[in-house]
């Protein structure tokens, strides 16, 4: 059996600059950078979200068929998906925020 390599990527270039964007806010963008080297080492160490849960936006936009949370610092979330193949598994980051907006997306 082969291990598969685990890749962390983001859904949209945009949403990779605004990542980089995040070294002004250093604190996030480390907990985000932590996170990242997480998934990179096993991809379901987040929350597995229920999918009567999924935002529909995520849904039509991705075309997701699993959706994951990985709580940063401060009540802040990570979101993101899984897609896998037979030689690598990569998680797809979708969208970070704090735990106000998170609760709009998810509707709690």
């Known amino acids: 059996m082969i291990d598969k390599e685990n890749y962390v990527v983001f859904v949209s270039r945009e949403l990779e600059i605004n990542f980089e964007n995040l070294k002004e806010n250093h604190d996030l963008y480390k907990n985000i950078l932590k996170a990242i080297e997480t ?4 991809p379901t160490s987040g929350i597995k979200i229920s999918k009567k849960l999924w935002p529909k936006e ?3 936009k991705y075309k997701i068929t699993n959706l994951w949370k990985y709580n940063l610092f401060n009540g802040w979330r990570l979101v993101y998906t899984i897609k896998s193949d037979q030689i690598k598994i990569i998680s797809i980051i979708i969208e970070w925020f704090n735990h106000k907006s998170y609760e709009k997306r998810f509707k709690y």
Not at 39 to 42: A, E, N
């Open 39 to 42: 998934l990179k080492k096993d």
């Open 58 to 60: 995520y849904i039509k």
